[in-house]
């Protein structure tokens, strides 16, 4: 029932600019926690951007003051705004949706394995150059 699509992602370089979004159809609220997260060729998944149900964003130290996270709650379509991308921001990039929102932003990030009543995209590649 539930499904997210991600897309926005291209090649781009370094210092450019890109928004993903992540659209979500089926049994998904806006009452639900969501999230990007991002897995580089060969390692494995990281948190990258969580928003809570109150609107309070996380952000992995790498991303803040670049990336931006938002989520418009009428049309449930999840978006992150990313600034002055760079090398190491290359990953496949990932959405996801917790319907219990139990758990912190840093918590969410630090093991998304614990995100147990959730939903994934299957990602948009996003590939920066120097």
């Known amino acids: 029932q539930a499904r997210l699509v991600e897309s926005g992602g291209d090649s781009v370089e370094a210092g450019s600019s890109l928004k993903l979004s992540c659209a979500a159809s089926?049994?998904?609220?806006?009452?639900?926690?969501m999230g990007w997260f991002r897995q580089p060729l060969g390692k494995e998944r990281e948190g990258v951007a969580w928003?809570?149900?109150?609107?309070?964003?996380t952000y992995t130290d790498s991303v803040k003051g670049r990336f931006t996270i938002s989520k418009d709650n009428d049309a449930i379509i999840l978006y992150l705004e990313m600034n002055d991308l760079k090398p190491e921001d290359t990953a496949m990039y990932y959405c996801?949706?917790?319907?219990?929102?139990?758990?912190?932003?840093?918590?969410?990030?630090?093991?998304?394995?614990?995100?147990?009543?959730?939903?994934w995209g299957q990602g948009t590649q996003v590939t920066v150059s120097s």
């Open positions: 996801a949706a917790d319907s219990r929102c139990l758990l912190s932003g840093k918590e969410a990030l630090g093991d998304p394995k614990r995100i147990e009543s959730g939903y």
């Open positions: 928003i809570m149900n109150s609107g309070r964003t």
């Open positions: 089926g049994i998904v609220y806006a009452s639900y926690c």
